[in-house]
């Protein structure tokens, strides 16, 4: 998508307000849903504060829906275009048999011991960098990378507004 202004952003009606943002949490436009009444925004990082607090003030069943709805890293599934361009940006569309194969091994791990997927913001990391997050983070508490994750999920939102919002 083209890039726009905060203003066009804030001027937009409603549904095209949430047609723009709704990937802006994985496939959750519920987050832009909740926060396009917070209009107008004084800046991007004020939009993301908004749509961050949309986050934090939802169910914690909602919380873990949006956190299922991110792909496994380096799994060559069907994802959004912004997490497909993310994770190449990464080099995780062209990693060696082994490093995939570990990848596979981790995710399934990870997710059987969370409930829901690794997320890491990605961009620009290096596969080893997000393998070795990957080991690390599998050892947290449940309660521990149920934070972490949410708060990648900010993080990822971020760079995507800071990419489509000039």
Do not use: C
């Not at 599934?77 to 048999?97: C, F, H, V, W, Y």
């Not at 939102?157 to 000039?166: F, G, I, K, T, W």
């Amino acid at each position: 998508m083209d890039s726009l202004t905060l203003e066009e952003l804030n001027n937009a009606d409603g549904e095209k307000f949430v047609a723009i943002l709704g990937g802006i949490y994985e496939s959750s436009p519920w987050v832009a849903e909740r926060a396009r009444s917070d209009r107008p925004f004084a800046s991007i990082e004020d939009l993301h504060d908004r749509m961050s607090r949309a986050v934090e003030d939802a169910s914690r069943e909602r919380k873990l829906d949006l956190l299922r709805a991110h792909p496994d890293l380096a799994e060559g599934t069907e994802m959004t275009d912004a997490s497909e361009e993310e994770q190449a940006s990464a080099g995780l569309d062209e990693l060696s048999r082994e490093q995939y194969e570990a990848f596979q091994r981790l995710n399934e791990t990870y997710r059987e011991r969370f409930g829901f997927p690794f997320i890491m913001a990605v961009r620009g990391a290096s596969p080893d960098a997000i393998q070795a997050a990957m080991e690390r983070r599998i050892e947290n508490s449940e309660a521990e990378e149920f934070r972490t994750a949410l708060d990648q999920v900010h993080e990822i939102a971020r760079l995507r507004l800071e990419e489509l919002v000039s």
